[in-house]
Protein backbone atom coordinates (compact mmCIF):
# COMPACT_ATOMS: atom_id res chain seq x y z
CA UNK A 1 0.00 0.00 0.00
CA UNK A 2 1.22 3.38 -1.11
CA UNK A 3 0.88 6.23 1.93
CA UNK A 4 1.71 9.38 0.38
CA UNK A 5 2.50 10.92 -3.23
CA UNK A 6 4.73 13.78 -3.90
CA UNK A 7 3.06 15.93 -5.48
CA UNK A 8 6.11 17.09 -8.81
CA UNK A 9 4.15 19.85 -10.09
CA UNK A 10 6.22 22.92 -9.94
CA UNK A 11 3.27 25.42 -8.30
CA UNK A 12 2.95 23.34 -5.39
CA UNK A 13 6.57 23.32 -4.61
CA UNK A 14 6.57 26.24 -2.37
CA UNK A 15 4.82 27.57 0.74
CA UNK A 16 0.78 27.32 0.25
CA UNK A 17 0.29 30.08 2.46
CA UNK A 18 -0.46 33.81 1.49
CA UNK A 19 2.82 36.06 1.79
CA UNK A 20 1.03 38.21 4.54
CA UNK A 21 0.10 34.72 6.42
CA UNK A 22 1.73 35.24 9.83
CA UNK A 23 2.16 31.52 11.46
CA UNK A 24 0.97 31.81 15.25
CA UNK A 25 2.35 30.95 18.24
CA UNK A 26 3.87 27.45 18.75
CA UNK A 27 2.57 26.15 22.27
CA UNK A 28 3.97 22.66 24.72
CA UNK A 29 1.02 21.31 23.32
CA UNK A 30 0.01 20.10 19.60
CA UNK A 31 -2.50 22.37 18.04
CA UNK A 32 -5.21 21.88 15.48
CA UNK A 33 -6.62 24.93 13.58
CA UNK A 34 -8.71 26.05 10.78
CA UNK A 35 -8.91 28.68 8.42
CA UNK A 36 -10.84 29.41 4.93
CA UNK A 37 -9.26 28.49 2.17
CA UNK A 38 -8.18 31.99 1.64
CA UNK A 39 -5.22 31.46 3.29
CA UNK A 40 -4.13 29.74 0.12
CA UNK A 41 -2.14 31.57 -2.47
CA UNK A 42 -3.93 32.24 -5.79
CA UNK A 43 -1.76 30.35 -8.25
CA UNK A 44 -2.46 27.36 -5.80
CA UNK A 45 -6.13 28.20 -5.38
CA UNK A 46 -6.61 28.35 -9.31
CA UNK A 47 -4.40 24.95 -10.03
CA UNK A 48 -6.54 23.26 -7.27
CA UNK A 49 -10.04 24.77 -9.47
CA UNK A 50 -8.25 23.11 -12.89
CA UNK A 51 -8.12 20.09 -11.45
CA UNK A 52 -11.73 19.59 -10.67
CA UNK A 53 -10.95 20.10 -6.96
CA UNK A 54 -13.05 21.40 -4.22
CA UNK A 55 -11.51 22.94 -1.07
CA UNK A 56 -13.34 21.67 1.55
CA UNK A 57 -11.22 23.34 4.81
CA UNK A 58 -7.63 23.68 5.70
CA UNK A 59 -6.48 22.41 8.70
CA UNK A 60 -3.04 23.44 10.35
CA UNK A 61 -1.14 21.15 12.66
CA UNK A 62 0.99 22.75 15.18
CA UNK A 63 3.63 20.47 17.07
CA UNK A 64 5.90 21.67 19.23
CA UNK A 65 9.77 21.27 19.06
CA UNK A 66 10.62 17.44 20.24
CA UNK A 67 7.39 16.31 19.89
CA UNK A 68 5.64 12.61 19.60
CA UNK A 69 2.24 12.68 18.95
CA UNK A 70 0.26 9.97 19.86
CA UNK A 71 -0.83 7.39 16.85
CA UNK A 72 -4.20 7.65 15.79
CA UNK A 73 -6.76 7.67 12.63
CA UNK A 74 -8.35 10.34 11.33
CA UNK A 75 -12.47 10.45 11.42
CA UNK A 76 -13.49 7.29 13.40
CA UNK A 77 -12.70 4.42 11.46
CA UNK A 78 -10.13 3.32 9.19
CA UNK A 79 -10.82 4.40 5.60
CA UNK A 80 -9.25 5.85 1.90
CA UNK A 81 -9.52 9.47 2.57
CA UNK A 82 -6.59 11.63 2.27
CA UNK A 83 -5.48 14.98 2.31
CA UNK A 84 -2.76 17.60 0.46
CA UNK A 85 0.00 18.00 3.77
CA UNK A 86 2.84 20.91 3.53
CA UNK A 87 5.24 20.56 6.46
CA UNK A 88 6.67 24.39 6.94
CA UNK A 89 9.54 25.75 9.74
CA UNK A 90 10.97 22.12 10.91
CA UNK A 91 12.67 19.74 8.99
CA UNK A 92 14.07 17.42 11.41
CA UNK A 93 10.20 14.85 11.38
CA UNK A 94 8.99 12.20 10.08
CA UNK A 95 5.36 11.17 9.28
CA UNK A 96 5.26 6.99 10.03
CA UNK A 97 2.19 4.89 9.58
CA UNK A 98 1.21 1.64 10.96
CA UNK A 99 -1.13 -1.14 10.67
CA UNK A 100 -2.91 -1.49 14.01
CA UNK A 101 -3.46 -5.78 15.23
CA UNK A 102 -5.86 -4.92 17.83
CA UNK A 103 -10.23 -3.49 17.60
CA UNK A 104 -10.54 0.31 16.93
CA UNK A 105 -10.89 2.24 20.31
CA UNK A 106 -14.14 4.87 20.22
CA UNK A 107 -14.04 7.49 18.69
CA UNK A 108 -13.12 11.18 20.48
CA UNK A 109 -13.36 14.72 19.46
CA UNK A 110 -10.11 17.41 19.67
CA UNK A 111 -10.75 20.60 20.73
CA UNK A 112 -11.30 21.97 17.40
CA UNK A 113 -14.08 19.68 16.52
CA UNK A 114 -12.12 17.15 14.18
CA UNK A 115 -13.27 13.20 14.82
CA UNK A 116 -10.05 11.02 15.39
CA UNK A 117 -9.65 7.31 17.09
CA UNK A 118 -6.43 7.49 19.26
CA UNK A 119 -4.61 4.50 19.24
CA UNK A 120 -2.70 1.82 21.90
CA UNK A 121 0.99 2.43 20.40
CA UNK A 122 1.42 -1.50 21.70
CA UNK A 123 -0.93 -2.87 19.23
CA UNK A 124 0.99 -0.73 16.23
CA UNK A 125 3.55 -2.50 13.91
CA UNK A 126 5.51 -0.05 11.53
CA UNK A 127 4.30 0.43 7.85
CA UNK A 128 6.00 3.24 6.15
CA UNK A 129 8.17 6.22 7.47
CA UNK A 130 8.70 9.20 5.22
CA UNK A 131 9.50 12.80 5.24
CA UNK A 132 8.75 15.18 2.09
CA UNK A 133 10.12 19.02 1.47
CA UNK A 134 7.25 19.90 -0.35
CA UNK A 135 3.35 19.18 -1.46
CA UNK A 136 2.52 15.21 -0.58
CA UNK A 137 -0.79 13.48 -0.53
CA UNK A 138 -1.36 11.32 2.57
CA UNK A 139 -3.48 8.74 3.90
CA UNK A 140 -5.01 9.68 7.15
CA UNK A 141 -7.54 6.90 7.29
CA UNK A 142 -4.94 4.79 8.49
CA UNK A 143 -2.77 4.72 11.69
CA UNK A 144 -0.49 7.25 11.35
CA UNK A 145 1.48 9.51 14.03
CA UNK A 146 3.97 12.40 13.64
CA UNK A 147 7.53 12.93 15.61
CA UNK A 148 9.38 16.10 15.29
CA UNK A 149 12.39 16.12 16.39
CA UNK A 150 13.32 19.44 15.87
CA UNK A 151 14.84 22.27 18.23
CA UNK A 152 11.51 24.18 16.08
CA UNK A 153 8.03 24.23 15.93
CA UNK A 154 6.45 21.98 12.77
CA UNK A 155 3.55 23.32 11.10
CA UNK A 156 1.48 21.55 8.67
CA UNK A 157 -0.63 22.87 6.68
CA UNK A 158 -3.47 20.34 5.46
CA UNK A 159 -5.80 20.59 2.68
CA UNK A 160 -9.00 19.12 2.71
CA UNK A 161 -10.86 18.35 -0.29
CA UNK A 162 -14.78 17.50 -0.67
CA UNK A 163 -13.64 14.57 -2.39
CA UNK A 164 -10.74 13.29 -0.80
CA UNK A 165 -10.04 9.56 -1.58
CA UNK A 166 -6.52 8.95 -1.54
CA UNK A 167 -6.05 7.15 -5.49
CA UNK A 168 -8.94 9.82 -6.47
CA UNK A 169 -6.52 12.57 -5.28
CA UNK A 170 -3.12 10.77 -6.81
CA UNK A 171 -5.14 10.46 -10.35
CA UNK A 172 -5.79 14.48 -10.29
CA UNK A 173 -1.71 15.14 -10.06
CA UNK A 174 -0.35 11.88 -11.62
Same mark, same amino acid.
Given at each position: ??????????????????????????? *????????????????????????????????????????????????????????????????????????????????????????????? *?????????????????????????????????????????????????? *????
Amino acid at each position: MNYLYEIASPVWQSTPLVQDFQLPPST *SQGQILRYPETILRADLLADIAQRALTVREVQMFISPAMYYMKTHIDGGAIHENAAINYSLVSRNWAMNWFEYTAELPSQQTTAAGTDYLALD *SNQCQLACSATWAHAAIVRTGRAHNIINRDILPRYCVSIRFQDNDYEFLK *SKFI
